[in-house]
């Protein structure tokens, strides 16, 4: 199966922290990505993550754990800009399947 | 700029017309995908070409018909389309041999039938 659960809605204050979690059943598995769409505009890429563990980069952190099915995003410093919806993805037999996304709200 | 690009950004079509969506990558991909995202609906996997070949037709009704003439256009046929097929259209590449990149999305075709 594909199943792929992320919350739909977050919100979150501007400069604090937040964490998306994502849990998945997934046969094939290959990795996971994490993608953020704004409103109306095409997803762009965040993370990948192929092993267990978690991966920084910037603002941004991505965590893995491939026996749980289980993958957060963890994002810093919040920024009003960052307010978009965030898409996990896990990667099957390397097709990208999609979740709803979050929705994140950045509140000043 | 992603590198991959889809024509027409916008378009309206009767439920009796047909039409084509482009996507053209400049990446120097291998695999090619069609996305539709309706409203409050996650992105949904419709076609999957890797080196030109169909690899994944995820039960599309036969309206949408799907054809890459090589790695690096992709088009969508449309045709008798319904109301419910309004939706925004994305078209993304990747290199998918091995160990998998992300796919680069164009900015997509919004498409209304009325």
């Known amino acids: 199966g594909q199943n792929i659960d992320q919350p739909t809605e977050m919100t979150a204050t501007e400069g604090a922290i937040v964490q998306i979690n994502c849990t998945y059943q997934t046969s094939g598995f290959n990795g996971l990505f994490w993608y953020q769409q704004h409103a109306g505009e095409a997803p762009t890429f965040l993370s990948y993550?192929?092993?267990?563990g978690l991966e920084e980069k910037g603002r941004f952190s991505s965590f893995l754990s491939r026996s749980k099915g289980y993958s957060y995003l963890l994002l810093k410093e919040l920024q009003m800009k960052d307010s978009a919806s965030y898409l996990c993805a896990p990667n099957r037999d390397d097709k990208i399947i999609f979740g709803k996304g979050t929705r994140l709200h950045i509140l000043p | 700029e992603t590198g991959v690009t889809q024509t027409p950004r916008h378009l309206v079509m009767g439920m009796t017309n047909k039409k084509s969506l482009k996507c053209e990558q400049h990446?120097?991909?291998?695999?090619m995908y069609w996305y539709k995202q309706s409203a409050k609906k996650p992105l949904e996997l419709m076609f999957v070409?890797?080196?030109?070949?169909?690899?994944e037709n995820n039960s599309v009704p036969s309206r949408f018909s799907p054809e890459c003439p090589n790695s690096s256009h992709l088009f969508l046929h449309l045709h008798t389309l319904q109301p419910e097929d309004s939706a925004l259209y994305l078209c993304a590449s990747s290199q998918a041999e091995g160990e998998s990149t992300e796919a680069f999305f164009g900015q997509g075709t919004r498409l209304t039938v009325v």
């Open positions: 993550n192929v092993l267990d």
């Open positions: 070409y890797n080196f030109k070949e169909q690899t």
């Open positions: 990446l120097g991909h291998n695999a």
